[in-house]
């Protein structure tokens, strides 16, 4: 079978809080025999173990405006990230902000990167990071050509983990090898155009700006905290709600 994902057929999804943390999202479809894959703001966050499975659990809390698409893929692509067949909308929210920034050589364990933002406040930046990472995790193997692991790595390269040949960045690492991606996101949950900065802040406590990145933001409303019908039209079956 082809590695379509399939967004017709699902016929509702519906996410309620778990029992201790996280979500459960349960949704019905009309595509038997296939298996179920969830995008959480247009990245593979879930798949099912079997074709009859009409629920996920999320084990992480979710505490900002997210995007949801439940689709139906072949078995054999279950676990395949299929997000590039995602309206851009879906695949990548403008409420969402996803540099992309290269993990190089020359970074050392304690530095980090933050994302400072404005809030849609007119340009002055927060003191409090919209999101940080660590650029080099002491657990994340970095190096090659005999400063490893040896023989451990892809295509007899040291470091078995370490980023190269299709992995990551192309190019950018050392001697032309592919160096790594660091993934990180910051939710813009204000409407309006943001002011961004990146902040390189290292272990010796010296920082780096970025120059300013101007995003403009449309998240989605706010929960409902109540809904109501109001009048209901029999001849012309049209339910009225209150929304508030």
């Not at 299929?82 to 409420?95: E, H, I, N, V």
């Not at 910051?186 to 290292?202: C, D």
Request: charged content about 20%.
């Amino acid at each position: 079978m082809t590695d379509t994902l399939i967004t017709t057929g699902i016929e509702y999804v519906i996410g309620e809080p778990g029992l201790d943390i996280g979500w459960v999202v349960r949704f019905g479809s009309t595509n038997t025999g296939l298996h179920h894959q969830l995008y959480i703001n247009g990245r593979l966050a879930c798949w099912t173990d079997s074709p009859s499975q009409r629920r996920f659990f999320l084990d992480a809390p979710v505490d900002a405006p997210v995007s949801v698409v439940v689709a139906a893929v072949a078995e054999e692509y279950r676990t395949t990230d299929l997000s590039d067949q995602l309206p851009a909308g879906l695949r990548d929210p403008s409420w969402l902000f996803r540099p992309p920034i290269v993990r190089s050589a020359d970074g050392r364990v304690g530095d980090e990167i933050e994302i400072l933002g404005d809030h849609a406040g007119g340009g002055e930046l927060s003191d409090t990071p919209l999101a940080s990472v660590e650029v080099w995790p002491e657990w994340v193997p970095r190096w090659m050509f005999g400063e490893d692991t040896f023989g451990l790595g892809g295509f007899g390269y040291d470091g078995a983990g370490a980023p190269g040949m299709g992995a990551g960045a192309f190019g950018a690492g050392m001697f032309g090898m592919d160096a790594d991606l660091i993934s990180i996101e910051a939710v813009l949950a204000e409407v309006g155009t943001h002011r961004i900065v990146l902040r390189t802040r290292g272990a010796d406590g010296q920082v780096t700006d970025s120059d300013s990145i101007y995003v403009a933001a449309e998240p989605p409303p706010n929960a409902a905290e109540s809904l109501s019908a109001t009048n209901y039209d029999h001849q012309q079956k049209l339910l009225t709600l209150r929304i508030n």
